[in-house]
């Protein structure tokens, strides 16, 4: 059971496609529009955090009172990572961020959706004011490194969703594998009239 | 495994039990007789030896020996074969305790030959 952070996250660099994966010139054009983004953090976090407080479910994850220091936190996101070389450490901390997710019960769900947001927010700032071939450069690179980002939050937290199942009860990996794929297929059939295709 | 299969043919007559399953530790099925769902049990064999050991590390225990559950129509016996194997004996109400221990040794002492 691999619960070095810095290991897991290497296998998980491994499991992206080579296309898909951010080259010299997309970390230089998100480096190069660092500017760009922390002049856009306010109107980022703003709608962020807008969102996830207008959504009853999305707002119970917040302790009273919390939202200012996770707007710190998310700006800090942003200028960290635009600014950032995106090296082991960089991705190894995504995948710490995992980890943090569990913690503080930001399901998987909710994590995609809001980086759909922010993506959203990023790509339709980047048009409004940047000409056209460059705010498609700066789409094309962010896309990735969001993508990037997200496959490594949500594998962390499946897998040490896992791990900390296992290390609690002392059930190995295998056999956690094991135990679902002897109810995978009644929860298939239980759920087929839901199969469209 | 024919051996195996002998095996626990021997160990469900000789304690009067109802059904009888040999699992790894990863909770596969090595040899069933008389389980429903070879594969779940297997998994739930090995599962209950797993949490079993890990609940006694908390008190400073070395590993558990066995398993014993009673219930209204009769004992769940399951017990260690040795690091990589457990053995799950389901035995009816009238089947005795003391037969069940003595022949469950046997057998996994049966079962560690085949595999030296």
């Known amino acids: 059971m691999e619960t070095d952070l810095m290991v897991l996250t290497e296998k998980l660099l491994e499991h ?3 296309n898909l994966r951010l080259k010299e010139n997309d970390i230089k054009v998100l480096n190069d529009h660092l500017d760009f983004f922390l002049s856009k953090a306010d109107i980022i976090v703003k709608d962020f955090y807008d969102t996830l407080f207008s959504n009853e479910a999305t707002r119970k994850v917040f302790h009273e009172g919390e939202r200012p220091i996770r707007e710190k936190s998310l700006a800090e996101w942003v200028a960290k990572t635009i600014g950032g070389k995106f090296d082991k450490d960089y991705w190894a901390w995504q995948t710490f961020v995992g980890i943090l997710h569990i913690k503080r019960k930001v399901t998987n769900d909710y994590m995609l959706i809001m980086m759909h947001r922010i993506s959203d927010l990023v790509i339709g700032e980047a048009y409004k004011d940047l000409p056209a071939d460059e705010a498609a450069a700066l789409k094309t690179a962010w896309l990735k490194l969001a993508g990037i980002v997200l ?20 059930i190995k990996l295998n056999l956690l594998d094991n135990l679902v794929r002897v109810e995978v297929d009644n929860l298939l059939e239980a759920n087929k009239k839901y199969r469209l295709i | 495994m024919k051996n195996l299969d002998a095996i626990l043919q021997e160990l469900l007559m000789n304690t009067d039990s109802e059904a009888v399953v040999l699992a790894n530790s990863d909770g596969l099925p090595l040899a069933a007789i008389n389980t429903k769902d070879d594969n779940r049990i297997a998994a739930l064999t090995a599962s209950l030896q797993s949490m079993t050991d890990r609940f ?25 074969v040795n690091d990589n194997l457990v053995l799950m004996l389901l035995s009816g109400e009238n089947a005795k305790l003391g037969m069940i221990l003595l022949y469950v040794d046997d057998a996994i002492k049966r079962i560690n030959e085949v595999f030296v």
């Open chain 1, 151 to 170: 496959s490594l939050i949500s594998e962390s937290y499946h897998y040490f969703y896992l791990v900390a199942i296992s290390q609690t009860t002392g």
């Open chain 1, 16 to 18: 992206i496609p080579e």
């Open chain 2, 56 to 80: 006694v590390e908390n008190f400073n225990r070395d590993k558990s020996k066995q398993i014993i559950v009673e219930t209204d129509q009769g004992y769940i016996t399951i017990k260690r």
